[in-house]
């Protein structure tokens, strides 16, 4: 059974900095895309990074520069560290799993950061 939990969430002033983690059970990074999606109250899900299972980044324009995506094989982890953050920025942040042959996407509870003064 796969189950993904993020940690890290919370209120931060614009410009400053948190670091997000995923902590996944009963998936195999070397199979799987894992990233992550962030939802905004009234908006989509939007995509915002991926790491492939050869270790290739991938990130969502309005992130690119400001946002890092990792991952710990040994601890079954995968981060977002985000910089410079904006009010705009404000959403719950969904960890996620997904085979890169194809298939179902397993998806986490989600994490809520706030982003204001």
């Known amino acids: 059974q796969v189950q993904l939990v993020e940690s890290g969430g919370g209120l931060v002033q614009p410009g400053g900095s948190l670091r997000l983690s995923c902590a996944a059970s009963g998936i195999v990074f070397s199979l799987n895309n894992m990233g992550w999606y962030r939802q905004a109250p009234g908006k989509e899900r939007e995509w915002i990074a991926t790491?492939?299972?050869?270790?290739?980044?991938n990130y969502a324009n309005s992130v690119k520069g400001r946002f890092t995506i990792s991952r710990d094989i040994a601890k079954n982890a995968v981060y977002l560290q985000m910089n410079r953050l904006e009010p705009e920025d404000t959403s719950v942040y969904y960890c996620?799993?997904?085979?890169?042959?194809?298939?179902?996407?397993?998806w986490g509870q989600g994490t809520q950061v706030t982003v204001s003064s």
């Open positions: 996620y799993g997904r085979r890169a042959s194809g298939g179902s996407t397993y």
């Open positions: 790491v492939t299972p050869g270790g290739s980044r």
